[in-house]
């Protein structure tokens, strides 16, 4: 399993970003897609997550309302789009699957590569 995370830049506080990530080589382990997050200093952390045959979602307290996931399974391509966004959303957004739902990165198999997402107050 490859993915491709892309979409990430520069954006004021309010301001919004779609995150993508192209997904290639995907198994029958594929079961749920993930986005996480990493600050400078901090770990991992889940932002949300999505089932990719029901395409149920789950998000972090801290983005529910402002964040949303989806998948296109035609385009084999999963989204974050994020809207609201504040200083404190900062980090390097990873995309990762794995075959079952959680919400901590070790259950997680495969990764993207990361993409800086910098919000400026």
């Known amino acids: 399993v490859q993915l491709q995370a892309s979409g990430g830049g520069l954006v004021q506080a309010g301001g919004s970003l779609r995150l993508s990530c192209a997904l290639s080589?995907?198994?029958?382990?594929?079961?749920?897609m993930a986005w996480f997050r990493q600050a400078p200093g901090k770990e991992r952390e889940f932002v949300s997550r999505i089932t990719w045959r029901e395409g149920k979602t789950h998000y972090a307290d801290s983005v529910k309302g402002r964040f949303t996931i989806s998948r296109d399974g035609a385009r084999k391509t999963l989204y974050l789009q994020m809207s609201g966004l504040k200083p404190e959303d900062t980090a390097v957004y990873y995309c990762?699957?794995?075959?079952?739902?959680?919400?901590?990165?070790?259950?997680?198999?495969?990764w993207g590569q990361g993409t800086q997402v910098t919000v400026s107050s």
């Open positions: 990762g699957t794995g075959p079952g739902v959680a919400t901590t990165a070790d259950l997680f198999e495969h």
């Open positions: 080589g995907l198994t029958t382990r594929t079961n749920v």
